[in-house]
Nanobody, 124 residues
Framework: QVQLVESGGGLVQAGGSLRLSCTAS????????MCWFRQAPGKEREFVAA????????YYADFVKGRFTISRDNAKNTVYMQMNSLQPEDTDVYYC?????????????????WGQGTQVTVSS
């Protein structure tokens, strides 16, 4: 079965950087669109960034444009998200998700496979 394992979260000061990783197994990674979402307690899980199968297209939520970069290494079955200029409002649990549908989606409900999440905490 498909497994997604995130890593790279932690505590950082405002203005700092973190790089999240998500390694997939169980299905052909290069055929999957990959996405990052985040969720705060009591809030909806929201879209952050997505990358198409061949890395040709990337998508970002407005609140991370210019600060976060999504990338993937198909040889390592891993998707990354470099997060720079982090702010306290970026504090959330970050989840990666995978989808093998023909068309990439930015909608949470379209993603069947999820990682366990990794906590990112940004102090002011």
């Amino acid at each position: 079965q498909v497994q997604l394992v995130e890593s790279g979260g932690g505590l950082v000061q405002a203005g700092g950087s973190l790089r999240l990783s998500c390694t997939a197994s169980g299905r052909t990674f290069s055929s999957a669109a990959m996405c990052w979402f985040r969720q705060a307690p009591g809030k909806e899980r929201e879209f952050v960034a997505a990358i198409s199968r061949g890395s040709a297209r990337t998508y970002y939520a407005d609140f991370v444009k210019g600060r976060f970069t999504i990338s993937r290494d198909n040889a390592k079955n891993t998707v990354y998200m470099q997060m720079n200029s982090l702010q306290p409002e970026d504090t959330d649990v970050y989840y990666c998700a995978a989808d093998w549908s023909p068309v990439i989606s930015l909608t949470r409900d379209d993603y069947e496979y999820w990682g366990q999440g990794t906590q990112v905490t940004v102090s002011s």
